[in-house]
């Protein structure tokens, strides 16, 4: 660990069982039979547990997009060149990107952390700037970043979970932007999950049979490279194979955590960072939700390691927090109906036998 994340070792906040055994209560009054709402009756108790109160509100929802580039972009490993990273967080900014469209549909609060691009950028407003250099080094050939930018990476990632929480944040999304990042998280799930590329190379913006082949093998010359020792420490495995933006997403989840805002992890990219995060603090989990099942294949490998549930199967595979946006209104209307049904005794209903 880094002198400069001292942070890191701080324990997730604990949930608040009464407040969840009290919302777990309530639903067995609300006139309907219990267990029919589904999960629906679940997110909202897992809720009330996080936010400490029987009647738990989604209303105030805070989006944080982290960009950053990535050197193993070199060996050819996604459909796009790495210019589109910068053009895109561009496109957040002007208000144009599936995120920005899906954010303003929800009445999200929307942030975008420019963690260093190939492509310089002009200042713009609604973007932040916290470059840590044009993109990480290519993994294959050595570490992606050193320390000091992993920290620096990880604690732009605090920063904005504290931010969300200062805003008065109910429910914290993180997203990514980064060309090459489906091959920094296979990465990185390989190295924590012991599992062999083949299983986690995946088309990611849109590579044939034969671009996959390539890209598993340029992440088995990555893992044979930096060692399974090294790569199965979470926080090692960041540095040396993970993304400043994927880095930051796991700075923030911990945050978020430590300070017991509930988390809405993503797709791949974030289930990647989110796995990374329970890794370095195992409390993190109680406090994440799980958006949607990836179209990308190998987040189901991710989903099963984390014990996820997720809410969506849509065939989604776009990252920028897209899918845990478009999961938001299901958690409002489980709060909804968790906290304005009526009981059987208000509305004079008869119980079960
Ligand atoms: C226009 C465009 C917008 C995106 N928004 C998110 N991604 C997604 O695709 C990228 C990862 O895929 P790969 O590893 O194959 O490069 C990431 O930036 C991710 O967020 C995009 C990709 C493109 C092309
Ligand atoms: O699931 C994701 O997050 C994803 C998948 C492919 C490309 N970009 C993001």
Redesign the pocket.
């Known amino acids: 660990m880094n002198h400069e994340t001292p942070w890191l070792q701080v324990p997730a906040a604990p949930i608040d069982d009464a407040a969840r055994r009290a919302a777990e209560d309530r639903q067995t009054q609300l006139t309907k039979p219990l267990g029919s709402l589904g999960r629906l009756e679940t997110l909202a108790t897992r809720l009330a547990g996080m936010q400490g109160t029987d009647k738990p509100r989604v209303d105030q929802v805070q989006i944080s997009i982290f960009a950053g580039d990535h050197g193993v972009a070199a060996e050819g490993?996604?459909?796009?060149p790495q210019s589109?990273?910068a053009e895109?967080v561009r496109n957040f900014a002007r208000g144009g990107?599936?995120i920005s469209v899906l954010a303003r549909a929800i009445g999200a609060t929307l942030e975008v952390i420019n963690l260093g691009t190939v492509m310089e950028l002009e200042p713009m407003s609604g973007v932040l700037d916290v470059r840590l250099g044009p993109g990480t080094a290519n993994f294959v050939k050595g570490p992606a970043m050193d320390a000091h930018q992993l920290a620096k990476a990880m604690n732009a990632g605090r920063h904005s979970a504290e931010r969300a929480r200062l805003a008065g944040a109910q429910l914290y999304l993180a997203g990514?932007?980064?060309?090459?990042?489906?091959?920094a998280a296979a990465a990185i799930s390989c190295g924590l999950l012991g599992r062999d590329p083949e299983v986690l190379a995946g088309p990611?913006?849109g590579?044939d049979p034969a671009g996959v082949q390539h890209k598993a093998q340029v992440l088995r010359r990555a893992l044979t490279l930096h060692g399974s020792e090294n790569l199965s420490d979470p926080v090692e495995c960041l540095r040396r194979v993970g993304g400043f933006e994927i880095a930051a997403m796991s700075g923030a989840y911990l945050a978020c955590a430590q300070m017991g805002m509930p988390i809405l992890v993503d797709g791949f990219?974030s289930s990647a960072a989110a796995l990374a995060t329970v890794r370095i603090c195992p409390g993190a989990r109680d406090w994440m939700l799980f958006a949607h099942a990836s179209a990308e294949p190998g987040h189901r490998l991710l989903v099963e390691a984390l014990a996820a549930d997720p809410v969506l199967d849509l065939g989604m595979r776009?990252?920028?927090a897209s899918g845990a946006a478009t999961a938001v209104p299901l958690l409002r209307l489980a709060c909804d109906i968790h906290c304005h049904m009526a009981t059987f005794a208000e509305a004079q209903v008869a119980e079960a036998h």
Request: charged letters at 10%; glycine letters at 20%; hydrophobic letters at 40%.
């Open positions: 490993i996604s459909r796009f589109v990273t895109m990107a599936g990514e932007m980064g060309i090459g990042n489906t091959t990611g913006t590579l990219i776009l990252g920028e």
